[in-house]
């Protein structure tokens, strides 16, 4: 394509795309208008919905192809700045715009270590990898694998890697989906699960990469509008300045003082004694199972018939007691499962907080210190993790050239970048108004949203005054509840609801792409049968992504109710099975077969060793390192294995070298390099 | 020059330009993280420095990283005769 036809086709793009971003805010604004008329809210949530979907819809039908390189990698024809939007779609996933806020809302600095974990990768990625595999130009990671260390052992493991990183991740995504449709179409959690696997598949089903790219530039316009809206409005009536990154500094400065009011008051410290007191009764009664069941039961029915034997019948209390003593625990497998729940949120609302902005939270030296090492090993391991996951690395392959895939990720990280500084940004806001307007006041007049949100309330030590210890909030519903929260239109509630559905779907589709095209591309197209013609290749993967998607639903459907720290996890896993490879593979020219084979080996089982071990095995931990930041053992396993079974084998071939010097030079043809 | 050197030229400044800014990100990274309670003693626009750092200072140092990355890479790309067409 030539320069000036790449300028037209970039110029009508960004025409497209703005009148794009000019309608869809022209349609807030109706929207805000009709609510000021009298529209009811649910309306305005359905309208969102189904707007949004259908956009998606669309844009996924006129892109629709049967080309193969639009399927795989959108025909290399994405300028860098819109790879930049989609590839920031592409990131941000529903943990990022759900999830994230309300992790620094409750872990205040040491939550932090996400916010760099998911911008530094793209250093590495920037650095190490983009411009290199451009370079390479195939359809996918697993493709490189098989080139540049040959045989089909390296390419297979790499396809594990990549399926399991993106499943994990992928069915996260679409728990994310699950609760923002449930929540705001009012239907079952199930059935969101499925109602957003639709939204899933209408874009990638149909066109692949090329629908998807489109579809994730338009997503990212969305979300990040909905992203910054409430921190903007909330800046703005808190501080009387809208740019939040600039003004928080001063919020936080009153959190922090307020933090101290809060914490040494009495009737707070009181509170977590008479939590500290419930966790030890309830550790207790744990400890004396079953016999306390049997104990807790006889209570529960010596109390019930004296009640029923009493004259004048009190007929509340008796309902009340029935229903306590028909709510016991059956069985002792159910008391305990029980029991330690109420046993882990007693212990939860029993620790006193920490500061927003004190690094490492812990009573001591030592734990401060292990806190530390947590945070330091967790933004490593979700760096190193950037540069591995499948799903981010094939979108620099969708660039025109080397030159446009290094701007590329700077786009990407810019874009990237607006959101993750806003979000500590509406952590402290939020805090602040909780802090400030709640804490403090009289139990009968909160507002309506905390019961909305399901924000608990357990006004243990009964003084009719809401202490911090008494209030416990899901993180995950900040984000969505912000709006509210901040006292302003729903207009912006549905636009949030409407970002987070569209970080979830562009992630989603890139992920589920990747598990097809390992499947129908590395595995079927590569290993099984290379005859293949186009159409068969393409149906193949349209099938193996719906088969996909059905398994990840059904899997999001059951509630794995560990699935924030398997987000983690998925990072882990494609940090140590694929960036050492893949970072050597470039680098070093005398990586060969061997070092492929049991660096890829030895970095996934260190790291599932570690991770399966420590979460489900109570497994001691290595120097005190959680099981979400296993990949801190895994990646230099990992290095280590490429490179001493490389050293212990003979070099690769001189093949396998000109296609290391293919890759380092933007232009450079195979028959141009030197041995 | 001939073309092997210039490519060898190539090679060795994007492998010093990659070290450069991977010690940069490192510091940027771990260091700050690091002596992140003795940082927060500092103040800047009003947020504790070491807070700051992690919640957007580190952010940036990052943009501006791979920026400068792409801009020396295409430049270089010119000047040993390896830039795309």
């Known amino acids: ?675 | 020059m001939p073309k092997t050197r210039l490519l060898q030229t190539y090679w060795r400044k994007t492998l010093r330009i990659t070290a450069v800014l991977v010690a940069v990100w490192f510091v940027a990274t771990f260091v700050v993280v690091y002596y992140a309670a003795d940082l927060n003693r500092f103040s800047f626009l009003g947020f504790p420095l070491g807070f700051f750092m992690a919640a957007q200072g580190s952010l940036l140092i990052y943009v501006a990283l791979v920026w400068f990355y792409a801009r020396y890479m295409n430049r270089l790309d010119k000047e040993c005769g390896v830039a795309e067409e």
């Open chain 1, 1 to 675: 394509m030539g320069a000036r036809k790449n300028k037209q086709y970039f110029r009508s793009l960004s025409r497209y795309y703005g009148l794009y971003t000019g309608g869809f805010i022209t349609f807030i604004i109706l929207l805000a208008i009709a609510e000021q008329m009298g529209m009811p809210n649910a309306w305005i949530g359905y309208i969102f919905m189904v707007a949004t979907l259908g956009l998606y819809t669309t844009i996924g039908v006129l892109s629709r192809t049967a080309d193969i390189s639009e399927y795989y990698v959108a025909g290399r024809r994405v300028p860098a700045i819109f790879n930049g939007m989609a590839s920031g779609a592409d990131w941000m996933s529903a943990a990022t715009f759900i999830g994230m806020a309300g992790t620094l809302y409750l872990s205040g600095y040491d939550g932090l270590a996400f916010v760099m974990g998911w911008t530094g990768g793209y250093v590495l990625v920037a650095l190490f990898l983009a411009p290199f595999l451009r370079k390479f130009g195939q359809f996918t990671i697993p493709d490189f694998l098989g080139a540049r260390y040959g045989g089909n052992l390296p390419r297979m493991i790499g396809v594990l890697a990549a399926i399991l990183a993106s499943f994990i991740y992928v069915v996260a995504q679409i728990y994310g989906v699950g609760l923002i449709s449930s929540r705001f179409l009012g239907i079952d959690f199930t059935t969101g699960v499925y109602v957003g696997v639709l939204g899933i598949l209408v874009c990638s089903f149909l066109g692949g990469a090329k629908a998807i790219t489109w579809t994730q530039v338009a997503q990212y316009v969305i979300l990040i509008i909905a992203y910054l809206v409430p921190v903007v409005m909330l800046s703005q009536r808190i501080t009387e300045v809208p740019i939040p990154q600039l003004v928080y500094g001063e919020v936080l400065e009153k959190v922090t003082e307020r933090e101290q009011e809060i914490f040494n008051d009495p009737a707070q410290k009181e509170a977590l004694r008479l939590y500290a007191q419930k966790a030890d009764m309830l550790a207790a009664k744990i400890k004396m199972l079953p016999a306390s069941l049997e104990t807790e039961r006889r209570q529960a029915e010596a109390r019930l018939a004296r009640l029923r034997a009493e004259r004048p019948a009190k007929a509340e209390e008796i309902a009340a007691a029935e229903n306590f003593l028909g709510h016991l625990p059956r069985t002792e497998m159910e008391a305990r499962q029980r029991w330690g729940k109420e046993l882990e949120a007693a212990r939860a609302s029993a620790r006193p907080p920490a500061p927003h902005a004190d690094p490492f939270a812990g009573k001591t030296e030592a734990s401060r210190d292990n806190a530390r090492r947590n945070f330091l090993a967790l933004a490593a391991c979700l760096m190193i993790g950037t540069a591995g996951l499948p799903h981010i690395l094939m979108r620099y392959y969708t660039t025109p050239t080397v030159r446009e895939a290094r701007e590329s990720v700077f786009w990407t990280l810019f874009f990237i970048f607006l959101l993750y500084s806003a979000a500590p940004a509406l952590a402290v806001l939020v805090k602040f108004e909780v802090y400030t307007k709640l804490i403090g006041t009289s139990i009968s007049d909160l507002p309506s949203w905390m019961a909305a949100w399901g924000v608990k309330i357990n006004d243990i030590n009964h003084d009719g005054i809401l202490q911090l210890a008494e209030i416990s909030i899901n993180p995950d519903i900040i984000v969505l509840a912000a709006p509210e929260i901040a006292g302003l239109p729903y207009v912006v509630s549905g636009l949030v609801a409407a970002g987070g559905l569209a970080a979830a779907l562009s992630t989603a589709d890139a992920l589920l792409l990747v598990i097809a095209s390992a499947l129908s591309h590395d595995v079927y197209f590569q290993m099984v049968h290379p005859e293949a013609s186009t159409p068969l290749r393409i149906f193949l993967s349209k099938a193996l992504l719906l088969v996909a998607a059905l398994v990840a639903a059904f899997v999001a459907s059951l509630r794995p109710d560990t699935l924030l720290s398997m987000v983690a996890w998925a990072f882990s896993i494609a940090g140590a099975a694929l960036f050492p490879v893949l970072a050597l593979g470039v680098f070093w020219k005398r990586a060969n077969w061997a070092g492929a084979v049991a660096g890829m080996v030895l970095g996934l089982g260190v790291t599932l060793f570690y991770l399966v071990g420590v979460r489900f095995y109570g497994m001691t931990p290595w120097f005190g390192i959680r099981d979400i930041a296993a990949g801190i053992f895994g990646v230099p396993a990992g290095f280590i294995g490429v490179i001493a079974a490389s050293l212990l084998t003979p070099p690769p071939s001189e093949e396998t070298q000109r296609l290391v010097e293919y890759c380092r030079y933007p232009r450079l043809q195979a028959s141009e390099t030197e041995p």
